[in-house]
């Protein structure tokens, strides 16, 4: 059987080049990347990825960021969404047996001594020098949260592929009325919802609707009113869960029906989309948390080679507030 | 050591949905996840994936489609970039023991009977409606492709994060003229890096400047002389490094001096980059291709949740056609 020093001899570059290869770790310029992997197909040789993960001994020390926001949230059902991800994140990081602590970002950003291998930063509100400050420190992954042009990897759901997705369904099925209703976009997750709206409306030739609401600010009767004061839209495709139950809630304490009259759509699945009967994009949010730990395992033992952001399709699921 | 059926038992669930939750394969409820993924850890059970996988018996056929036009490409230098790709297919698929067949898409599309298990489609030439049929006879990931809404996992490089870059950079070194030249926006790479400029732009208060040209139907004179009438540009950023090239080249031939007057970055990295000078934004061909391989033996041995896109992002690689 082929041994790595074989590969090295044939591609005619070290073994600490082959192992670059393999692992990732370090510059190697294409073509001798190209010669390598060459040589291993080659020479069959079967690099033992699996054992040396499995059999290392060192186990890693990675802090889960949250913010204080995220924090105060997680003592209401509004939290469920992070609770979720920060269940899944602590179960799977034991298959790894990688050790967690969950910090406050506030708290971790004051410390200068950091003992930790890894970062996980879950949720946006981490600000762009604050993140490029922690990956001086050690290996960051975010969760539900990337920023234009930093190239730190991230996991995020595909908030564009599906409301794009949502949007032409109805668009097939031959309604015209299709209104947007946003949070703030400064956020990510809003601006990528919001971007596969307008994209699909202007891909079938409709002008896109757009409504601004910022759940923490503003009533939702005044942003209501101003949807409904021409016309009565057929669908309302809102940039979150929160924003579709206070809509869907407000409709129907003015009488309108759902969803004869009007279709509520809502993006996240928290808990109480079901309990409500809200149709809604759902996001894969333990996964999310899973392929956290996941590619954060893959940086910390040299297994990848380069930074990516991993965008998660989310699934529509219909409930009782929209006709399709 | 923990089996499967402790946790199974522990869990409250049978092996069979334990097993989805490890492999990926069938719908699991996000409660019954998190109840399993909670047995994993409290009984500290390590799944064998690696063994699993290392020891299968059966060896994968994944077809590589390539359309008629990219086979073409493959004859010229322009098709560097594919070749590339193609090759770290080839190379890396032996490391899995997945055979390799490289197809024509436009034969493959009149083949009734498929004997493959997977179809890796390099390249934006398949459509949707080519890719629902090609996705209903085996498992699919798309290759420097995507299409909105579809949900089909896709391997991209993250023009959109890589153009952002680049003119973020120019805007804070200072400077004002900044124009892209894109190709046809129905592409989803052209569209990706447009929208990444015109992000970067707007985000720092200045008008995208924008100018089209089709590398194929257009010549390069007609589309610069729009671009130098009203006033010199000190920055062109292109879709690909085909039209930097192009540019770059007329610019000289014009007398312009660069990268004095004008910086002009291409994006891709084709080896004609290199050799004339040009700067641009590096796609990582061979680890598109790589990490091609690997999801589509992820999913094919049912290690994986959920589709996702992998966006790669790409490097600034400076070279004489520009200042910064």
């Keep these: 059987m082929a041994s790595i020093e074989d590969v090295a001899k044939r591609a005619g570059v070290s073994i600490a080049t082959v192992s670059r290869v393999l692992n990732g770790t370090g510059y190697v310029s294409e073509s001798t990347e190209i010669k390598v992997l ?16 499995l059999a290392r001994k060192k186990s890693f020390k990675v802090g889960v960021i949250i913010s204080k926001r995220i924090d105060e949230l997680l003592k ?4 469920e969404f992070y609770k979720i991800i920060l269940d899944a994140i602590e179960n799977y990081a034991a298959l790894y047996k990688i050790s967690l602590e969950i910090v406050l970002l506030e708290d971790v950003l004051k410390t200068s001594e950091v003992e930790f291998d890894g970062f996980i930063i879950v949720g946006s509100d981490a600000s762009e020098e604050e993140i490029n400050f922690l990956s001086s420190k050690a290996k960051v992954v975010l969760v539900d949260h990337y920023i234009d042009g930093l190239r730190i990897d991230s996991i995020v759901s595909d908030g564009y592929d599906g409301v794009f997705y949502v949007t032409r369904n109805f668009i097939d099925a031959g309604y015209n009325r299709i209104v947007h209703i946003h949070g703030p976009l400064k ?7 919001y971007n596969g709206y307008v994209s699909a409306m202007q891909r079938y030739g409709k002008l896109p609707i757009l409504f601004e609401y910022d759940d923490l600010h503003d009533e939702v009767d005044s942003v209501l009113k101003r949807v409904l004061r021409d016309w009565v839209p057929q669908v309302i495709i809102c940039s979150n869960d929160v924003i579709a139950l206070r809509v869907l809630s407000k409709l129907k304490e003015w009488g309108y029906k759902i969803p004869n009259e009007i279709s509520v759509v809502g993006f996240d699945d928290i808990p109480d989309a079901e309990k409500e009967g ?15 730990v996941k590619r954060l395992n893959e940086i910390l033992t040299g297994q990848s080679l380069h930074p990516h952001k991993q965008c998660l399709y989310t699934s529509y699921i219909k409930r ?3 006709l399709i």
């Excluded at 040589?39 to 699996?50: C, D, N």
């Excluded at 209401?76 to 939290?79: E, F, P, Q, R």
């Excluded at 149709?279 to 899973?290: D, N």
């Design 76 to 79: 209401t059902n509004v939290g």
């Design 278 to 292: 809200l149709s809604t994009l759902r996001v894969q949010k333990a996964e999310m948390g899973i392929n956290a």
């Design 38 to 53: 060459k040589a291993i197909r080659e020479l069959g040789y079967v690099p033992h990825f699996s054992a040396k993960s």
């Design 187 to 193: 956020y990510y997750g809003f601006r990528d919802r």
């Design 320 to 322: 009782n507030s929209s």
